[in-house]
């Protein structure tokens, strides 16, 4: 790529909370017209450095400067930055359920005629902007109504209808799945050819390597080095080890199942949309789990993992129509979560901040939280016993914080993962279901979250994990099940899983049963 100029230079940038030095004299060089990723591990600082950009953290609260288009800027708030063509997407969508596309795209933005929203005109460019990122929705389709992958391209036309120039986008696939994932980044290449550019946080390193012209490396608060991809020598192991300061030969663990016989089966399991009464989330769904045994589920976005899950946790989505439960060979009713983890049960939600975590509660509330009884007695609290098993699996689990008694929305995505696993683990489940257990975290943290489910494993436990990562089902899982459209359409051996077996049968109704 020929050196273009720089659209942006942040220079010795320094934010600082109360206690702790989130960045320390940062510098950021983006050229005109590229892809530019930066990459570090959770708590790095790489969401922080892009909020003082955007004016998330305004001119006052950091201190050195930020140069954009060869001035220097002092942004009050996130509209200064908006006015100024950059626009930032967070990681969290901030886009309001109830209302259209219509409404969210220009929400505080609105077209007006005659003092009043010119909703005509709202919708006519609406369209247009929904057209150039592919979006084939009737705009007066509520947010609600499509899925996450929709949802993003919501934003990014709503970051078109601010005259973009300089798109940030926060982990924008996280949650999406491979082809959404592949038509997101496409997208990007066609900004690019527009004159637009990216910066881009991710910790999917093989997208970063796939799309980026330049890497910016964080660690600890600190600029460790920025990547010219065109130079050459850039793959994903120099960036892990620019990332953590040293290489990782394996991405898993190694580990030595000892897979005893099945324990837990679920059979005919069906079940309808909660609004949808003619759609089936789950369609007589029916698989299996042995003693000491990782099984994965792999589906394309919306095929029914999560349905399927949330529905044998006690009912917690949709309406049963069908299907038993098996434990030990013996029927067991889940009709309510207090009889699932009563039952030995237990689901780490997709969503920790939405539903794994009560983000105003410290750590040592939110890991008792699903089993008081533990430490209660009389139905009084004992706080000692309470900050006992809290800090038991602090050290265990090795998060990282000085107290159980911080809060856990001071912690990074790792670590409130790590504390939703410790909420779970100390119900003393048989059967742990792990629903996108590694989403939003860095390569780091991944590994030790996938030792933790091994050692799960070798204690006798069943875990099932739900992944839209197919490189972390074959690594890590012991057996894969498919899903495609509520009906699980393949079983397939740790020795038989590659991508293309998978994705094969995560598209078909076809069943293939190779165990």
């Known amino acids: 790529m020929e050196s273009a100029p720089p659209l942006l230079e942040m220079r010795s940038i320094t934010k600082e909370f109360p206690g702790v030095k989130a960045l320390s004299d940062v510098n950021l060089v983006v050229r005109a017209g590229e892809i530019h990723a930066i990459c570090g591990e959770n708590g790095a600082g790489k969401s922080t450095l892009m909020k003082v950009l955007s004016g998330v953290y305004p001119y006052g609260t950091y201190s050195g400067s930020i140069v954009y288009r060869g001035a220097e800027t002092r942004f009050s708030d996130i509209r200064a930055s ?13 886009l309001v359920p109830g209302m259209s596309i219509t409404e969210n795209i220009f929400l505080g933005n609105e077209p007006r005629r005659f003092g009043r929203i010119d909703w005509k005109a709202a919708n006519s ?21 499509i899925g996450v992958g929709k949802q993003q391209l919501v934003e990014i036309a709503k970051a078109f209808a601010k005259d973009v120039r300089l798109l940030i986008l926060d982990e924008p ?11 997101l980044l496409d997208l990007l290449r066609g900004f690019k050819e527009r004159g637009i550019t990216s910066i881009m946080i991710s910790h999917k390193l093989n997208e970063i390597e796939a799309i980026a012209d330049s890497i910016t490396i964080l660690r600890d608060g600190r600029t460790i080095e920025t990547l010219d991809v065109a130079a050459g020598g850039v793959d994903e192991d120099r960036i892990v080890r620019g990332m953590v300061g040293r290489s990782l030969s394996n991405r898993f663990p190694d580990h030595r199942p000892e897979i005893g016989d099945v324990f837990f089966e679920v059979r005919d399991w069906t079940v309808r949309h909660p609004i949808s009464t003619e759609r089936l989330v789950c369609k007589n769904s029916s698989f299996n789990v042995r003693r000491g045994e990782i099984v994965g589920f792999a589906g394309l976005m919306g095929a029914g993992r999560t349905e399927l899950a949330m529905s044998l946790f006690g009912r917690s989505y949709g ?24 039952n030995g049960l237990a689901y780490v939600s997709e969503d920790r901040k939405a539903i794994g975590l009560n983000l105003l509660d410290d750590i040592k509330t939110s890991v008792v939280a699903a089993k008081l009884s533990k430490v209660t007695r009389n139905g009084v609290l004992d706080e000692a016993k309470e900050y006992r098993e809290a800090e038991q699996y602090r050290k265990s689990l090795r998060i990282k914080t000085p107290t159980v008694d911080e809060g856990v929305t001071k912690l990074s995505g790792g670590n409130q993962q790590k504390v939703v696993l410790a909420k779970w683990m100390f119900t003393d489940p048989d059967l742990l279901i792990l629903d996108e257990p590694t989403r939003g975290i860095d390569v780091g943290a991944k590994y030790e979250i996938y030792g933790i489910i091994q050692r799960l494993a070798d204690e006798g436990k069943g875990v099932i994990v739900i992944s839209s990562e197919l490189p972390e089902l074959i690594g ?31 598209t078909s109704t076809k069943k293939t049963l190779t165990p």
């Open 82 to 94: 908006e006015h100024a063509g950059i626009v930032i997407i967070h990681q969290e969508l901030a």
């Open 125 to 145: 460019k609406a369209l247009e902007l929904m057209r150039q990122v592919g979006l084939t929705e009737d705009p007066d389709t509520l947010i609600k109504d």
């Open 173 to 183: 696939t996280a949650a999406l799945n491979e082809a959404d994932s592949q038509h």
């Open 319 to 342: 309406v049963w129509l069908g299907g038993r439960v098996f434990k030990d060979g013996k029927e067991i009713q889940i009709r309510s979560v207090a009889e699932a983890i009563a």
């Open 476 to 506: 890590l899982c012991d057996r894969i099940y498919t899903v495609f459209e509520g009906t699980i359409t393949g079983e397939i051996s740790r020795q038989d899983a590659n991508p293309e077996v998978l994705m094969k049968q995560m």
